[in-house]
Antibody, heavy 120, light 113 residues
């Protein structure tokens, strides 16, 4: 069965960077894209971007462009999301989500979430 | 461009039916048949409930159904049960310069009375 396991929580100071990992298993990693979604405390879901493990193509929300990098390592079936120049309002739970095999526009498998806290 | 608009809260008694709306524009909801719906219980990751507007993934109860009319998508929960109490989010393909590929709705808290 498909499993998606994310790295543990992080505490960072403003201006620092964070890199969250997302290790997938139970399917052919190259075949399905991976979205990154975040959720600030008490707030809704926000789609941040997407990476294609097959060719490394990415698509980012404009507000994060220049500050985010999404990559994959096909040798370890792991996706990464790096967010730089952190601000206090980047405090959120960050999720990775795997495209559905039936419909690439939806996310079927989700990681457990990684809490990133930005505080001085 | 803002997130898709959903009602903040919807409630119903056990056994009743409720409908959650998700209103966008012709550039997202109205332009594509690519709306998905997610259920999220407190402290948990979202769960896919509906994809391509009206299709259910394997294992999702047939009490959940989706539809679309114009720029508004809807999720209907029939025979409401206590375990349906959760937050629900729609998501649509958007492919815009500012939003990227996808945009989420603002979220709806469903309360089972």
């Amino acid at each position: 069965q498909v499993q998606v396991v994310q790295s543990g929580g992080e505490v960072k100071k403003p201006g620092a960077s964070v890199k969250v990992s997302c290790k997938a298993s139970g399917y052919t990693f190259n075949n399905y894209g991976i979205s990154w979604v975040r959720q600030a405390p008490g707030q809704g879901l926000e789609w941040m971007g997407w990476v294609n493990p097959y060719n490394g193509n990415t698509n980012y929300v404009q507000k994060f462009q220049g500050r985010v990098t999404m990559t994959t390592d096909t040798s370890t079936n792991t996706a990464y999301m790096e967010l730089r120049t952190l601000k206090s309002d980047d405090t959120a739970v960050y999720y990775c989500a795997i495209d559905s095999p039936q419909d690439s526009s939806s996310s079927l498998y989700w990681g457990q979430g990684t809490l990133v806290t930005v505080s001085s | 461009q803002s997130a898709l608009t959903q009602p903040a809260s919807v409630s119903g008694s056990p056994g009743q039916s409720i409908t959650i709306s998700c209103t966008g524009t012709s550039s997202d909801v109205g332009g594509y048949n690519l709306v998905s719906w997610y259920q999220q219980h407190p402290g948990k990751a979202p769960k896919l409930m509906i994809y391509e507007g009206s299709k259910r993934p394997s294992g999702v109860s047939n009490r959940f159904s989706g539809s679309k009319s114009g720029n508004t998508a809807s999720l209907t929960i029939s025979g409401l049960q206590p375990e349906d109490e959760a937050d629900y989010y729609c998501r649509s393909y958007a492919a815009s310069n500012s939003f990227g590929l996808y945009v989420f709705g603002s979220g709806t808290k469903v309360t089972v009375l």
